[in-house]
């Protein structure tokens, strides 16, 4: 258990937020998720890496209710302490999750951005999905988070494709924090941004998740992210966990021979 899991403990949530029970989605033979396990405190970052095809993005989509699985337990600890099975739930539960215990940060962010609406509505949106219809309160709110994440207020009205790769990044974290929520998938949050942008989205990032308090589920293939973010680390392949443990340790002296090679960067992400 992190330092952050251990503080929430101390402060009584002596429980972790999501636990995963021999979690499997197989397409082929080593291909998908076979047989995970884990738990998710409050305040951890999970780190998940491997090469491509190690099954990272499906576990990803299981975990937060884009794929069913084919068996296996995902078990969610709501805000009143009552015990979710993500999958015994109903469709309309599920979606009541996304839009607001839960968040999605896609590695491209068209995939979790409306286009077509501009820069405060994307916010707002999501606001209003939980009931908030003061327009004035939205706006607000709206300027308030592109501060937040670094843009210009006066762009709250220009559409999502004026802006650039890393801007548009940066407004879909914002749109999914908006509700507050204590649980964030994020797939490949720096994919295609140059090494520039890259390092100030991570730094942001990481200053969002220690103020929020956030538990994150991070799929990386770039171990520079997973060290800068993650607490605890999870490297995959052909499906399964081959090495799991405190992301500093794994990436200084790993055990698993796969974790070698990543680590060495024998293997190509």
């Known amino acids: 258990m992190t330092n952050a899991a251990m503080a929430m403990t101390e402060e009584g949530l002596a429980e972790p937020l999501l636990k ?22 409050p305040g951890e ?8 095809g190690s099954g990272k993005t499906t576990l990803l989509q299981c975990l937060s209710g884009m794929l069913t699985p084919d068996s296996g337990q995902i078990e969610y600890t709501g805000k009143q302490g009552d015990k979710l099975d993500i999958y015994k739930i109903t469709e309309s539960q599920r979606r009541l ?28 949106e999501r606001l209003m999905a939980i009931g908030e219809r003061h327009y004035g309160t939205l706006r607000s709110t709206g300027e308030a988070w592109l501060r937040e994440v ?7 009205d220009d559409l999502p494709r004026t802006f ?9 974290i914002a749109r999914n924090l908006v509700t507050q929520p204590r649980l964030v998938f994020m797939d490949e949050p720096t994919g ?8 100030r989205l991570l730094d942001m990032l990481r200053n969002l998740v220690v103020d929020l308090g956030l538990s994150v589920v991070l799929v990386t293939h770039d171990l520079a992210v997973a ?6 680390l999870m490297v995959m392949r052909g499906g399964k966990v081959v090495e799991q ?25």
């Open 164 to 172: 650039s790769g890393g801007m548009q990044q940066r407004l879909q």
């Open 20 to 41: 995963v029970n021999d979690l499997r989605k197989l397409y082929a033979p080593g291909k998908g998720v076979d047989g995970v396990d884990f738990e998710l405190w």
């Open 192 to 199: 295609g941004l140059d090494v520039s942008v890259q390092a």
């Open 97 to 124: 999750l996304l839009r607001t215990d839960w968040g999605i940060v896609h590695q491209h962010p068209r995939d979790g951005l409306r286009m077509g609406v501009s820069a405060g509505a994307n916010i707002g």
């Open 245 to 269: 443990g405190l992301t500093d340790q794994i990436l200084d002296d790993p055990q698993h021979p796969y974790s070698q090679l990543l680590v060495s960067s024998v293997l190509t992400p």
């Open 150 to 156: 670094e843009i210009d207020t006066a762009r709250i």
């Open 45 to 52: 970052v999970l780190g998940i890496v491997g090469e491509s």
């Open 227 to 232: 060290r800068l973010l993650s607490h605890q």
